[in-house]
């Protein structure tokens, strides 16, 4: 694909790396966290869940540039991430002071929901490893020129972690596009992250700055508007009227604002109640606008990391398939499956998505 110029693979070398936070997620199934008396244990990140999504559905190499104290929890972590497949070579390890006073483990406490009980996050991951790591941490020359490296992910969530994250994650993009590899940047913005760093005026002025070195930009309808000052027209609070002209509109004015996108895509949801969600995708790419076949009253199992997928989805279409309007629909496929199992990472298999970016459904299989 000409306009994204992506380099070639080599023998050995990763598809693809990224930068985020891992954390541990206890998941109270269908009971609720205040009331729950046992947990399944996943891992999961924005970031890491793109390159997992990629590594487990799709059968591309990837790694993760994260930290972790060195204790059990961080060892558990690490061996859900071995179990995904993601290559775990670029994780630092720090020392462990024995009650986390100097740094920590992230969790993540998160209920599914269901019908009209929202799902509901609580997050535990202040003074984490990966929120402590400064500019020179990191040997960028190592991953991006010796790994064979040909895109890296990262995004917001990442951004929002610290006052020093948005820096290592503007020295990434740097030295990836030094040695030409692809970046692929995922919005994400969360509130709760950015309010105790001078909120959403400091998430703008760092999102804007990274925005500059992004190929690929990814997010919602909120992420675009509370991070990058783009509004989508005619959406209201709840998010029920999604546009797609309005859309438009704005990803064209986010593409003249930043002529460096060469390629933008997004999410369109609307959440008629938590198990059951209008689903779709649109991708701009190459002067041009694709969409994916929108799944109306889609059932929903598990909604986390459904966006995560669609971001492993479209980055595999635009590595593999060289076709837009393929890469959208395999985007919109893979977050559909993987809203419909538990945990934040994708369970779907690539059979399941082709078929399903076809227009497949849900009919048995033997």
């Known amino acids: 694909m000409d306009f994204l110029e992506i380099k070639p693979r080599t023998s050995g070398g990763l598809d693809m790396v990224s930068l985020g936070e891992v954390m541990l997620r206890l998941d109270p199934g269908a009971c609720r966290t205040h009331t729950t008396r046992s947990f399944q244990a996943w891992e999961g990140g924005g970031e890491y869940n793109v390159a997992r999504g990629l590594r487990r559905c799709f059968g591309l190499k990837t790694a993760v540039v994260t930290a972790f104290a060195d204790n059990p929890v961080g060892r558990l972590v690490e061996d859900l991430i071995l179990q995904g497949g993601v290559d775990t070579r670029f994780i630092q390890w720090l020392e462990y002071d024995g009650i986390g006073r100097t740094c920590r483990n992230g969790l993540n406490f998160t209920e599914r929901g269901f019908g009209v009980r929202g799902a509901v996050g609580c997050s535990d991951r202040g003074h984490t490893a990966i929120s402590q790591i ?29 006052e020093s994250t948005g820096a290592v994650a503007l020295e990434a993009m740097k030295a990836a596009k030094k040695h030409g590899v692809i970046v692929s940047y995922d919005l994400n913005y969360r509130p ?48 029920s009227n ?9 990803i064209v004015e986010a593409v003249k604002t930043y002529p460096n996108f060469k ?8 959440v008629k109640s938590a198990s059951r969600n209008d689903w779709g995708a649109m991708l701009y790419a190459d002067g041009g606008f694709y969409e994916a076949a929108m799944r109306e009253d ?24 060289n076709d837009p309007q393929a890469a959208v629909e395999y ?36």
């Open 134 to 162: 400064r500019p020179g941490q990191v040997d960028w020359e190592a991953v991006f020129g010796e790994s064979g490296v040909r895109w890296l992910h990262t995004g917001g969530i990442f951004a929002a972690l610290s």
């Open 192 to 239: 709760s992250l950015w309010k105790g760093i001078g909120g959403r005026e400091r998430a703008r002025e760092v999102n804007r700055g990274l925005a500059e070195m992004v190929d690929v930009m990814l997010g919602n309808e909120e992420d675009f508007t509370a991070c990058l000052g783009f509004e989508v027209a005619g959406v209201d609070r709840n998010l």
């Open 242 to 250: 999604l546009k797609t002209e309005s859309y438009r509109a704005m």
């Open 263 to 270: 390629v933008v895509g997004t999410t369109l949801r609307t």
């Open 298 to 321: 889609l059932e929903i199992f598990d909604r986390v990391g459904g966006g995560d997928s669609f971001a492993s989805g479209l980055i595999y279409g635009l590595m593999e398939l």
């Open 331 to 366: 985007g919109a496929a893979h977050g559909a499956l993987a809203m419909t199992t538990p945990g934040d990472t994708t369970m779907a298999t690539k059979k399941e998505v082709e078929k399903l970016a076809r227009g497949g459904n849900a009919r048995v299989d033997r």
